[in-house]
């Protein structure tokens, strides 16, 4: 991709809805196109600079997931070129970052798996000894492994919100518990999989989010993305070690800017609007998403 692109506008599609990253466009009744923008967000907030390149990495590394683990779980694509949704004065500003995809209903549940002690968790690790409800045994450290992946549901936020960590007794009362457990059951299921693979590559998936839908036939989907560095901690295997934050392919390099960032001369409150991304954090943050895609496929 020569040029980023912040936001799209689609003309050829009518638009239905906007995400932190994602603009998704109605192709029919039963379709969507899933077009990955450069936006990149932390702290919930949508930074005001594209990252190049970014929406074309997701999407590559999205579709690279969809493959290897479609044996595991059905997903949402159509198998058909997002090209052929829109017209052809349009096809180049899909190309390459789109995926056209089932259009089904959404289930409003984030379907966490943690494999390794970090972020939030390791913060409420600390505190009381859990994450998410979640018991865990004594003398965990930073970055430690958990004994067995452990799935901590949140409830879906609107763009700008923060999801909501909830048990997985909320989830059996939104949703009821056949497909409260089979989401938690496939969810550890993908996660293990995907992990033991990214091993083999040197990478360390320390947790995961996956989105699931229904097909209009009751089937349960595995939408949205999946397992890229925008919903996924991944960590270089070389520079890991328990007790300290890892290295790692996310967006964790960006945040970690942002927490000493100012805005008008006063520390950012992480509210929109953003500060101004300087070039090197750009640049850093595009060389991580590149990085961790040519590792996992190559």
């Given at each position: 991709?020569?040029t980023?692109?912040h936001t799209?506008?689609l003309t050829?599609?009518?638009?239905?809805?906007?995400?932190?990253?994602?603009?998704n466009?109605?192709?029919?009744d039963?379709?969507?196109l899933?077009?990955?923008s450069?936006?990149i967000?932390?702290f919930?907030?949508?930074?005001?600079?594209?990252?190049p390149g970014?929406?074309?990495l997701?999407?590559?590394?999205?579709?690279?997931?969809f493959?290897?683990?479609g044996?595991?779980c059905?997903?949402?694509?159509?198998g058909?070129?997002?090209?052929?949704a829109?017209?052809?004065a349009e096809?180049?500003?899909?190309q390459?970052?789109?995926?056209?995809?089932?259009?089904?209903?959404?289930?409003p549940?984030e379907?966490v798996?943690?494999?390794?002690l970090a972020?939030s968790?390791?913060a409420e690790?600390?505190?009381n000894q859990?994450?998410?409800?979640?018991?865990?045994?004594?003398?965990l450290?930073?970055?430690?492994?958990?004994?067995?992946?452990?799935?901590?549901?949140a409830?879906?936020?609107?763009?700008?919100?923060?999801?909501?960590?909830i048990t997985?007794?909320?989830?059996?009362e939104?949703i009821g518990?056949?497909?409260a457990?089979?989401i938690?059951?496939?969810?550890?299921?993908?996660y293990?999989?995907a992990?033991?693979?990214?091993?083999?590559?040197?990478?360390?998936?320390?947790?995961?989010k996956?989105?699931?839908?229904?097909a209009?036939d009751?089937t349960?989907?595995?939408?949205d993305e999946?397992l890229?560095?925008?919903?996924?901690?991944?960590w270089?295997m070389?520079?890991?070690?328990?007790?300290?934050?890892p290295?790692?392919y996310?967006?964790?390099?960006l945040?970690d800017?942002l927490e000493?960032?100012?805005l008008?001369?006063?520390?950012?409150?992480k509210?929109a609007?953003?500060?101004?991304?300087?070039?090197?954090v750009?640049?850093?943050t595009t060389?991580?998403?590149?990085e961790?895609l040519?590792?996992?496929?190559?």
């Amino acid at each position: 991709m020569t040029t980023a692109l912040h936001t799209s506008a689609l003309t050829s599609l009518p638009l239905l809805a906007r995400g932190k990253v994602r603009d998704n466009y109605a192709v029919g009744d039963d379709r969507i196109l899933m077009l990955a923008s450069d936006r990149i967000s932390a702290f919930d907030v949508i930074m005001g600079e594209p990252i190049p390149g970014k929406g074309a990495l997701l999407t590559q590394m999205a579709l690279f997931w969809f493959d290897k683990l479609g044996h595991i779980c059905p997903n949402h694509l159509t198998g058909q070129a997002p090209e052929s949704a829109v017209s052809a004065a349009e096809a180049p500003l899909v190309q390459g970052r789109a995926m056209l995809v089932k259009r089904l209903k959404p289930i409003p549940v984030e379907a966490v798996v943690r494999g390794y002690l970090a972020g939030s968790g390791w913060a409420e690790y600390q505190h009381n000894q859990q994450v998410c409800g979640v018991p865990l045994p004594a003398g965990l450290k930073n970055a430690s492994k958990l004994p067995e992946p452990i799935y901590t549901p949140a409830a879906k936020a609107e763009v700008g919100e923060h999801d909501e960590n909830i048990t997985f007794e909320r989830t059996v009362e939104m949703i009821g518990l056949d497909l409260a457990t089979r989401i938690r059951d496939l969810s550890i299921a993908i996660y293990k999989a995907a992990a033991e693979f990214a091993l083999t590559k040197g990478i360390i998936i320390a947790d995961t989010k996956f989105e699931f839908g229904l097909a209009p036939d009751g089937t349960l989907v595995l939408m949205d993305e999946v397992l890229t560095p925008d919903s996924s901690r991944y960590w270089p295997m070389e520079g890991y070690a328990e007790g300290k934050n890892p290295p790692s392919y996310d967006k964790q390099f960006l945040r970690d800017w942002l927490e000493t960032a100012t805005l008008n001369g006063q520390p950012w409150g992480k509210t929109a609007p953003a500060p101004a991304l300087p070039a090197e954090v750009i640049a850093k943050t595009t060389a991580k998403y590149q990085e961790a895609l040519t590792r996992l496929t190559s």
